[in-house]
């Protein structure tokens, strides 16, 4: 039986084993639930009762963990603490706290995940199956049930975020495993998981799409020893075959043809469309920003409304507009007229710390969910959906722990003159068969 890379806390116990396999079930649970299942997954609620009830035998190896994962910890605490605190002086008592107290949840996972461990390729089932029932379900809704976009149950551009942040991590896996079976299982699944993505008529989620294609491609590619410009001309080729082939879905056309039909309205001076509503929104936020650039706002949708209609009536822009969206369509102007430029600062702080201090390939797999969400940004306030947003916070806290673990337990184990196998392999940047350290 492998042991637990702590080898100096009874490593190899019964409880430890039974806390690992434990761990990697309610892992798998929350990736594969994560479209269909509740909006507080009772996976991530497990995890954190488990986290709390070790909490002394955990402590008691916190520094070694927090040399690996202090940018996350740091991104992630600095973040939910300003936007509770916030939340708390602007509306006292009676503020609604839950979303970032909440995620506040996955520190003491962290720490509990990197000493208990878990099979890492729970996660990647895990995402796998969810991948599956995700666009299995979204192509229900278009194909059988006539629904314009596919959402699953929840808002269409949510249920497109998650799946492109799914399926685009599989893509990459599929490049990564050694084994065959894991390779087409993967494989399939990025291929349903895109399938939903493009039924959901998400048009901010395209450029992410290429970006991560482009990036996944020229990856595996460089691996294969390909030249620079051979591989240059066939990342291009098949991003030229991609684009040809998602015209030819139907969905994907009209989501084109509405785009260009307002951007030829926009040109005439007709704002009154889905983009012309953007427009506006953005440059009313821009506006909020000049006159409360430190601490903004605050998340109290009606106060911006009023605010805001002074500068709308001059620019003759549609006060409606304020009223049927409560939020900005643009993560970062969003983010900074609710909770200025510091909320801003905090909110790249949580990003930038998602991918420091990590290694190849775990900084590529992390490197992909910040492309989506960074780039899809710029049109959609993506993290403004609970869903994704607790998404991004669990891949990243147990992919952070599992790096933890393996680090910790390689130097445990070359200190004590044996050999072991890391989950990822860093000089080769490929997974092998077993995921934990052998004695």
């Not at 300003?82 to 609604?96: F, P, S, V």
């Not at 461990?117 to 049930?145: C, D, P």
């Not at 469309?273 to 605050?298: A, C, D, K, N, V």
């Amino acid at each position: 039986m492998s042991s637990s890379p702590f080898a100096d806390h009874d490593a190899g116990s019964p409880l430890e084993r039974t806390l690992h396999t434990v761990n990697s079930a309610l892992v798998f649970w929350f990736f594969a639930f994560l479209i269909t299942g509740p909006k507080n997954s009772h996976a991530t609620t497990a995890l954190l009762a488990l986290s709390l009830v070790t909490l002394p035998a955990t402590v008691r190896v916190a520094p070694r963990v927090w040399a690996h994962a202090a940018p996350w910890l740091i991104g992630l605490g600095a973040y939910c603490l300003y936007q509770i605190a916030y939340r708390l002086i602007d509306g006292g008592l009676e503020a609604r706290i839950d979303p970032p107290a909440r995620y506040l949840g996955a520190i003491p996972i962290l720490f509990y995940l990197a000493r208990y461990g878990f099979n890492i390729k729970a996660l990647w089932a895990g995402m796998a199956v969810g991948s599956l029932i995700g666009g299995v379900a979204g192509a229900q809704e278009v194909w059988i049930e006539g629904a314009q976009r596919a959402g699953a149950g929840i808002h269409p551009i949510a249920y497109g975020s998650i799946l492109a942040l799914l399926s685009m991590i599989l893509l990459y896996g599929a490049t990564i495993f050694r084994e065959t079976t894991w390779r087409i299982f993967l494989s399939a699944a990025f291929a349903v998981g895109l399938t939903g993505v493009l039924l959901s008529g998400t048009r901010g989620l395209y450029p992410a799409l290429a970006v991560c294609m482009a990036f996944i491609g020229y990856r595996a590619l460089r691996q294969e020893g390909v030249s620079s410009r051979a591989l240059m001309l066939t990342v291009a080729g098949i991003l030229a075959m991609l684009t040809v082939a998602v015209f030819w879905i139907p969905s994907i056309q009209q989501r084109f043809e509405e785009t260009r039909e307002e951007y030829v309205q926009i040109r005439t001076g007709n704002l009154n469309s889905s983009s012309g509503h953007r427009l506006q929104m953005w440059h009313t936020g821009l506006h909020l920003i000049s006159e409360y650039p430190l601490f903004g706002l605050g998340p109290d949708a009606g106060k911006r409304q009023a605010l805001a209609r002074g500068f709308m009536v001059e620019q003759h822009y549609d006060l409606s507009v304020l009223t049927t969206y409560d939020h900005l369509h643009n993560q970062y102007i969003n983010e900074t007229t609710r909770f200025g430029l510091v909320g801003l600062a905090a909110l790249l702080g949580l990003l930038y710390g998602a991918i420091g201090r990590t290694t190849d390939p775990l900084r590529g797999t992390i490197a992909i969910a910040l492309a989506i969400i960074l780039i899809e940004g710029l049109t959609e306030t993506v993290l403004n959906h609970h869903r994704l947003m607790m998404a991004f916070v669990i891949l990243v806290t147990v992919l952070r722990a599992r790096l933890a673990t393996e680090t910790i337990g390689a130097r445990n184990l070359t200190l004590s003159g044996q050999a072991s196998l890391s989950a990822f392999d860093g000089a080769e940047g490929r997974i092998p068969g077993d995921s934990r350290p052998h004695p």
